[in-house]
């Protein structure tokens, strides 16, 4: 895989007429938007939109992952192990 470094490609904001249709086709879609003039703006508006359970349900998820890889790669080696048929491990 091969990047090309682009350095004014997201350095400018879009003018105003540009900025306008794209908000108001987002919000024809059900897109939520907010417009903000600086970076710190921005990174407010989007921690203010992360609901509070968050963290929660990515562990949660990780846990569920974890889970799944232990099924996929242990059992069948402890079965092997084991000299279990698939009928007795189950």
């Not at 249709?21 to 921690?47: C, I, M, N, P, W």
């Not at 992952?65 to 242990?74: G, H, K, P, Q, R």
Request: charged share 15%; hydrophobic share 50%; no cysteine.
């Amino acid at each position: 895989m091969t990047t090309t470094a682009t350095p004014d490609r997201f350095t400018t904001l879009p003018d105003e007429p540009a900025l306008q249709a794209t908000v108001v086709a987002l919000e024809e879609h059900g897109f939520s938007v907010e417009v903000v003039g600086d970076l710190d703006a921005a990174r407010q508006a989007v921690l203010a939109h992360i609901p509070e359970g968050s963290g929660v349900i990515g562990l949660a998820q990780l846990v569920v992952v974890f889970d799944l890889t232990v099924m996929n790669i242990a059992l069948p080696s402890a079965q092997r192990a084991l000299h279990f048929t698939t009928v007795d491990r189950q």
